[in-house]
């Protein structure tokens, strides 16, 4: 049983950035693939981003492709998505995941494939 809590998340000006953590708790954390979610108000939730177990690999959603960022430390236990250049289009609640079965890094998971969630942050970008 893994725990997960994110934090850094806020209301931002487009063009700015910010830089999400995700906190994990319990279990090993270097078993689990770390994966990013968003979602918009009105909308499914959305794969944003993957990292593998340990952090060999990495995998982005078109469009936060070039922008994003993500990273982790399995010794500190915790994940990174360092967001640049934010366009209102990323307001959501952005939300961090534990994917427990091996898939290659690049297939987009469903939320379905999480085994764990955190309870999400919210970012916003104004105008």
């Known amino acids: 049983q893994v725990q997960l809590v994110e934090s850094g998340g806020g209301l931002v000006q487009a063009g700015d950035s910010l830089r999400l953590s995700c906190a994990a708790s319990?279990?090993?954390?270097?078993?689990?693939?770390l994966t990013w979610f968003r979602q918009a108000p009105g909308k499914e939730r959305e794969f944003v981003a993957a990292?593998?177990?340990?952090?060999?690999?990495?995998h982005y959603s078109d469009s936060v492709k070039g922008r994003f960022t993500v990273s982790r430390d399995n010794t500190e236990k915790t994940a990174h998505l360092q967001m640049n250049s934010l366009k209102p289009e990323d307001t959501a609640i952005y939300y961090c995941?534990?994917?427990?079965?091996?898939?290659?890094?690049?297939?987009?998971?469903?939320?379905?494939?999480?085994?764990?969630w955190g309870q999400g942050t919210q970012v916003t970008v104004s105008d």
């Open positions: 995941a534990a994917e427990g079965r091996p898939r290659p890094i690049w297939i987009i998971p469903t939320v379905s494939d999480v085994d764990f």
């Open positions: 319990g279990g090993r954390f270097s078993d689990y693939i």
């Open positions: 990292i593998t177990r340990f952090g060999a690999n990495t």
